[in-house]
């Protein structure tokens, strides 16, 4: 009977250690939680700053107006972003109007593809247009976004495709539509694309579209009013 019971008692005492043992595990884990919240302090430290966004190369980008006006706006968007058509098609003509014929505000374009291979496709024709025909870039530009569907899965549907790019640089006036078709078929200008995907990535882009003046990320960018508020400081 003694030696039953030291029997028991040995199980209980090995149960009590695997229990243990578990708890040591499962509090381990928990600590390993730990490096990936010190990760995210890490990343936090890293958040761009005005300083950062001053430096963004807009070299060979894409510009809206007369390079030495004092306001930079830079926008990262996507042709497949209806937000970024609203910006284009709404906004965008309003601060060419008021800011940049008057020589206050220069625009500049970096692709951002969030949204899979048409984005690609519409990016690589727009960088194909700006190297060949620089003169019809902003027409081809315009047309596209004006040529984006207005549903509610515009970034979903398939629209931008070749057949498309063609009849936006026909409407554009490009001249050179059978060039700008291979080249588009052949992601030609890829490059170029992926020199602005290393930019939205350096610089953290998460959404489009993103609005940065004079160094500044613009929290209500679709808000025409923000906008002109934010140039007009930048202005002085
Ligand atoms: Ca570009």
């Given at each position: 009977m003694k030696n039953r019971g030291n029997m028991i008692f040995a199980m209980v005492l090995a149960l009590i250690v695997i229990a243990a043992i578990a708890l040591m595990v499962v509090f381990s884990q928990k600590d390993d939680v730990s490096p990936s919240n010190d990760s995210t302090a890490a990343t936090n430290a890293n958040v761009k700053t005005s300083d950062d966004y001053k430096?963004?190369?807009?070299?060979?980008q894409p510009v809206l107006?007369?390079?030495?006006?004092p306001v930079t706006l830079v926008e990262f968007g996507d042709f497949k972003c209806p937000a970024c058509k609203y910006f284009d098609m709404d906004i965008q003509p309003k601060l060419v109007k008021k800011y940049v014929d008057k020589g206050d505000l220069k625009m500049y374009f970096i692709n951002?593809?969030?949204?899979?291979g048409e984005s690609i496709t519409g990016a690589n024709a727009a960088e194909y247009v700006l190297a060949n025909e620089p003169d019809k870039y902003w027409d081809f530009h315009n047309a596209m976004f004006a040529a984006?569907?207005?549903?509610?899965?515009s970034t979903e549907d398939k629209w931008l495709t070749i057949g498309k790019v063609k009849s936006v640089a026909q409407e554009a006036g490009v001249k050179d539509i059978d060039g700008l078709i291979k080249a588009t078929k052949d992601s030609s200008e890829q490059k170029k694309v992926n020199k602005d995907i290393k930019l939205f990535q350096t610089y953290q882009?998460?959404?489009?579209?993103t609005i940065i003046i004079n160094g500044k990320k613009i929290s209500?960018?679709?808000?025409i009013k923000q906008l002109e508020k934010e140039i007009e400081a930048a202005k002085k």
């Open positions: 430096k963004i190369d807009t070299k060979g107006g007369d390079k030495e006006a951002t593809p969030f949204h899979g984006q569907p207005n549903t509610k899965t882009i998460n959404e489009t579209p209500n960018q679709l808000d």
